[in-house]
C-alpha cells in the first residue's frame, strides 16, 4: 500500500481492480482544513483518463504489475503467441497489440506487461529492419528537398521513404510512430 504523501508522476497504482498510472499530481493546501492531493491518473488498460482527489490520511493500493521479456511466435486466430525462456506459451488478445500487429514478425523479442498474470500490454524494440517489396523509382537529381515516396514493406505496411531507397533495400521503422528511420542496406 501507498500512503497518498508517495503519489509521484509515473507512479503505478490500482483502484477497484484496475491499474492506473499517475500522469499529473498536485497539492493543495487550503487556508483551512486539511490538505488535499489533486491527481490525474490514466487507466493502463483502456487509456480512459480520471481525476482523482484524496486526503492525506488516505492509503492507495500498488498495482500488482509485472513486466516480462518475451518472443513473439505466431498468429493464432485473434491471438498472439509468445514464447518465454522455458518455452511456455503466453497468449496475448489482438486488442492489446492494436496497430502494433503491423510490425509483428517471428521471433520478435518484445515486451509484456502483465496485470494479476493478464496480458495487458506489449511494448515492441523501437526500430525493426523491414525489406522494401513495392516503391516507384527515383528521379535522379531531385535532391534540393526532403522528397518523399511511398513504399510497401514486409507485413504490407505502407511508409514514405527518400528517393534514393529502392525495392529489395532493408530500412529501419521506427515502431513508436511508424516511420521511415534509416537505410540499412542496398540490395
Known sequence: MYSVSDLKKGLK?????????VTEFQFVKPGKGQALYRCKIRNIINGGTVDRTYRASEKIDKANLEERDLVYSYKDGNNYVFMDENYEQVFVDGGV?????LFMVEDLECKVLFH????????LPNFI??????TEPGARGDTATNV???AKVEGGYEIQVPLFVNE???VRVDTRNGKYADRVSKR
Open 168 to 170: 529489395g533495400d532493408i
Open 116 to 123: 494479476n498474470d493478464r496480458p495487458i500490454g506489449v511494448t
Open 148 to 150: 518523399m515516396k511511398a
Open 97 to 101: 497489440i492494436g496497430n502494433q500487429e
Open 13 to 21: 497504482i490500482e483502484i477497484d481492480g484496475e491499474p492506473y498510472e
Open 129 to 134: 529492419e523491414r525489406t522494401i517489396l513495392d
